[in-house]
T-cell receptor, first 108, second 113 residues
């Protein structure tokens, strides 16, 4: 069973059409949940860290939230430059476990 | 230069060749990591070094050999690789192995003929 599951696998939005990406996890002792953005041909770029249920972080059009079982990455009024693969990772002990990512395409 | 730099960006090698991947971080971090990224699969952790000491070896085949001469440099030595080893190899660094985020380089795209 995967410890970190991201959904949907792919998402296509029109510019300005808000939506959310989901990351559910099954680790028992969460020590941090991380969101990354990855552009084609590039390494993952760090976005947010969330440590406890109820915590929220925001950056421009992105807002990350955390519950005891999942995290959401809300994208408000996306632009084409928000197109990328968004990766979620959880830390239970000393290492990160990544999900497979959600590929987001925002059309003008 | 800033951040995490990986060289080369692309590498094509035969199954009998020996090559090395290089990673350098300019962030003052003391932990460094090698990951493998294959299509449709999550990032797979390969090795972890903390203050130059290897702390994780995630059941990686011996044809991959890491080296960490200091906290800023990390190498991955490759020999007798298999076609299934073709992937994007990513290096990352962090301040300790605790709760701080890892910062990634742009990777080496490796193709095995």
């Amino acid at each position: 069973e995967d410890q970190v599951t991201q959904s949907p696998e792919a998402l296509r939005l029109q510019e300005g059409e808000s939506s959310s990406l989901n990351c559910s996890y099954t680790v028992s002792g969460l020590r941090g949940l991380f969101w990354y953005r990855q552009d084609p041909g590039k390494g993952p770029e760090f976005l947010f860290t969330l440590y406890s249920a109820g915590e929220e972080k925001e950056k421009e059009r992105l807002k990350a939230t955390l519950t005891k079982k999942e995290s959401f990455l809300h994208i408000t009024a996306p632009k084409p430059e928000d197109s990328a693969t968004y990766l979620c990772a959880v830390r239970e002990y000393s290492t990160l476990t990544f999900g497979k990512g959600t590929m987001l395409l925002v059309s003008p | 230069e800033t951040g995490v730099t990986q060289t080369p960006r692309h590498l094509v090698m035969g199954m009998t060749n020996k090559k090395s991947l290089k990673c350098e971080q300019h962030l003052g971090h003391n932990a460094m990591y090698w990951y493998k990224q294959s299509a449709k699969k999550p990032l797979e952790l390969m090795f972890v070094y903390n203050f130059k000491e290897q702390t994780e070896n995630n059941s990686v085949p011996s044809r991959f050999s890491p080296e960490c001469p200091n906290s800023s440099h990390l190498f991955l030595h490759l020999h007798t690789l298999q076609p299934e080893d073709s992937a994007l190899y990513l290096c990352a660094s962090s301040q300790g192995q605790g709760d701080q985020p890892q910062h990634f380089g742009d990777g080496t795209r490796l193709s095995i003929l």
